[in-house]
């Protein structure tokens, strides 16, 4: 069984369902039935908004569920009878982060009967546009992306998946490596809090996606040539539940927010576990557009340290030339005069 971010793929034993035909199975809606796959096994799929499947939401995992049936088939044409064995067979894709497939098969002498269980997850992106318009992101072959100091970041979250479900971006955090758990971080959105003030969130009419801008920074120790990546934790939520993660939004810490936290708007969706995305790196440049091209706080003061060494160097210097011009003119002064021989 296959479960991907938009559907799933059923692969049932022929050695199961004995001589049936692939299209005389079909899920909840008898209008989506099976198919010949190779010569051991029949396939079936569905989306996760077709089919008859069911939704639903258990902690931090997104279900979905469907059963496939057979057709009665009469032991002749214009017979009202069957001999053939029911066939249900209950059928799940759990979505969560770790991705790996189980698959259980629980047979029964009167009817056909098992169970698949598919794990799966679903898809996220972290992208960086051009403009707040949205319509052209940066490439692949635009990395790092280079932005002057201040000027305007603007990133869309975005995900893939079935009606009924949404985004929430719950943290989103800053590194000058690849790691997100870099000891050098600068955290702008704290569970679904703005941190930054310059963070403005742009309303969009897709559930499946969260656009917010950010004035662009650097670290301070990574000067003069800053590398800036920016990492997300997203939560898919449940459009349908109340007291979700996403429909709190931003908690309240305190009656007063601490200064510079902004409380973003509760949204109506359930919760699942938070998925990590990185992008990156964007290069920071100094203001005028030239990367690098003013000294920064740490080698300003080691040039003016280097300076004053050179500058003592030169006096000390001149200082020993000086006495040793006047030595040399008090032994001249002093030196024995020649005498007149008898």
């Avoid at 249900?88 to 009167?110: K, W, Y």
Wanted: proline share 6%.
């Amino acid at each position: 069984m296959d479960c991907c971010d938009s559907g799933m793929t059923v692969f049932i034993p022929r050695s199961v369902i004995g001589d049936v035909l692939s299209s005389h199975l079909h899920f909840l809606d008898p209008a989506c039935v099976g198919s010949h796959h190779n010569a051991t096994h029949v396939k079936i799929a569905t989306t996760y908004d077709r089919c008859g499947t069911f939704m639903e939401v258990h902690g931090d995992s997104v279900i979905f569920f469907n059963v496939i049936h057979d057709e009665a088939v009469p032991v002749e044409p214009g017979s009202v009878i069957t001999r053939d064995r029911d066939i249900e067979i209950p059928v799940q894709c759990i979505m969560d982060l770790e991705g790996f497939a189980e698959i259980s098969f629980r047979p029964d002498t009167s009817k056909i009967t098992f169970r698949e269980d598919g794990f799966g997850s679903f898809n996220f992106s972290l992208r960086l546009y051009h403009g707040n318009d949205y319509t052209t992101p940066y490439q692949p072959a635009d990395y790092p992306v280079h932005v002057a100091m201040g000027n305007k970041l603007y990133f869309e979250a975005r995900t893939w998946s079935e009606p009924g479900l949404e985004l929430f971006v719950q943290t989103c955090r800053a590194t000058p490596s690849s790691n997100s758990d870099d000891f050098h971080r600068y955290t702008f959105i704290q569970d679904g809090c703005i941190e930054d003030n310059t963070v403005v969130f742009h309303p969009s009419d897709d559930p499946d996606i969260e656009r917010f801008e950010i004035d662009a920074f650097a670290f301070v120790d990574t000067l003069p040539q800053p590398v800036v990546y920016v990492h997300c934790d997203m939560v898919l939520c449940n459009s349908t539940d109340a007291y979700s993660r996403c429909a709190i939004g931003c908690p309240t810490r305190s009656m007063n927010l601490l200064p510079g936290v902004h409380r973003r708007h509760a949204r109506s969706a359930s919760g699942s576990r938070a998925y990590a995305i990185t992008q990156g790196p964007i290069s920071v440049m100094e203001d005028g557009g030239k990367e690098g091209s003013e000294l920064s706080s740490v080698q300003l003061p080691i040039l003016l340290t280097t300076v004053c060494l050179l500058v003592g160097c030169v006096l000390v210097l001149g200082t020993l030339i000086v006495v040793m011009r006047k030595r040399t003119q008090r032994l001249q002064l002093y030196s024995p005069l020649a005498t007149e021989e008898n």
